[in-house]
């Protein structure tokens, strides 16, 4: 089995499938991070820890294109000209 995963991670890293490359490797280390930090409970308190952090950071971020207006204008304009653009792609192809 181990083998079977080595084989698929070498041909993914080949072939330019990075990101799924890295979900690979992330999950060969878990096994071995589950014994060394307390099984599944410490896997899900970091795991927490690390959403928390996340949706903190992107709560600051998103504060901060609100009470900006030129930045809420330039992200406006950006989901207006990915809406747009997918229409295009949409009805081009029609």
Not at 47 to 62: D, E
């Amino acid at each position: 089995m181990r083998n079977m995963m080595v084989r698929l991670y070498s041909r993914c890293k080949k072939y330019g499938s990075s990101g799924l490359a890295m979900m690979m490797a992330a999950l060969f280390t878990m096994p071995a991070y589950a014994s060394e930090s307390g099984g599944m409970s410490g896997i899900t308190g970091d795991f927490t820890s690390m959403l928390t952090w996340a949706i903190s950071g992107m709560t600051s971020v998103v504060a901060f294109i609100v009470s900006t207006p030129l930045v809420m204008a330039v992200v406006g304009l950006f989901f207006v000209g990915f809406i747009i653009s997918l229409f295009v792609r949409i009805f081009h192809s029609v």
